[in-house]
């Protein structure tokens, strides 16, 4: 079972329901409301969203959500924990990067990946960024994720990477460049396709972090 059925199949519940042991009908009922908060977030944001709005869109009761979440920002930490784990995981899914096109296609496929659970989890990642606080477990959870993240990567750098490029900074700025860059196209901000974000993002990262030299274009997409 993928990291992502996992997820799925076997939700974070917030506070409440992580007191007692659910059974499979509750955890259906966990998330039926963990989709409509996601989707109340993608309408309203963080701050407008309300928790009236989620229990319609799950077609349950007030009574319901609040034995599962304390409070929307409860079922919000509940949904940052899934994409924490999923990304999590995709960051150790990088294999090795040749500096041929076998290497240049592993990354270009990795990065569609990321792409597309970025995608995913966009109304999350904008309400995540609406409700941070410093110091809360909102900024925490933003640093655990972007820690473990850059060091799985930097471990990938460190074996191709060209003399003089850092291994630790690299993955910091490839981190930093296709966060942002993805960020920027799920809150519209640029408007570009996903596959040609993907392959630009893939040429840039293959030469720049792993000395390759990228095929022709046409010729790396399968």
């Known amino acids: 079972m993928t990291r992502a059925a996992a997820v799925r199949d076997d939700p974070r519940g917030g506070a409440p329901a992580q007191e007692r042991e659910l059974r499979a009908q509750g955890k259906k009922t966990m998330?039926?409301?963990?989709?409509?908060?996601?989707?109340?977030?993608e309408r309203r944001g963080y701050h407008a969203a309300r928790v009236d709005d989620i229990v319609k869109g799950a077609r349950t009761s007030h009574g319901t959500f609040y034995l599962y979440f304390a409070n929307k920002e409860d079922l919000l930490l509940a949904l940052i924990h899934d994409c924490v784990d999923e990304m999590t995981a995709?960051?150790?899914?990088?294999?090795?990067?040749?500096?041929?096109?076998?290497?240049?296609?592993?990354?270009?496929?990795?990065l569609g990946r990321f792409s597309d659970l970025y995608a995913h989890y966009g109304p999350v990642?904008?309400?995540?960024?609406e409700a941070e606080l410093h110091g809360s477990e909102?900024?925490?959870?933003g640093q655990t994720m972007l820690g473990g993240f850059s060091q799985s990567l930097a471990t990938r750098v460190a074996e191709s990477a060209p003399a003089g490029v850092d291994p630790q900074v690299a993955a910091l700025a490839f981190v930093a460049m296709i966060e942002r860059f993805?960020?920027?196209?799920?809150?519209?901000?640029?408007?570009?396709?996903?596959?040609?974000?993907?392959?630009t993002l893939a040429r840039i990262a293959h030469?720049?972090?792993?000395?390759?030299?990228?095929?022709?274009?046409?010729?790396?997409?399968r």
């Open 90 to 110: 995709l960051s150790t899914a990088l294999p090795p990067i040749a500096p041929g096109e076998e290497g240049y296609q592993a990354l270009h496929d990795w």
């Open 125 to 129: 990642i904008r309400a995540w960024i």
């Open 182 to 199: 993805n960020y920027f196209v799920i809150t519209r901000q640029i408007d570009f396709d996903r596959d040609t974000v993907v392959d």
């Open 31 to 41: 998330r039926k409301l963990l989709d409509a908060g996601m989707n109340v977030f």
């Open 207 to 221: 030469q720049g972090l792993f000395g390759g030299t990228a095929p022709r274009r046409g010729r790396a997409r």
């Open 138 to 141: 909102f900024g925490r959870l």
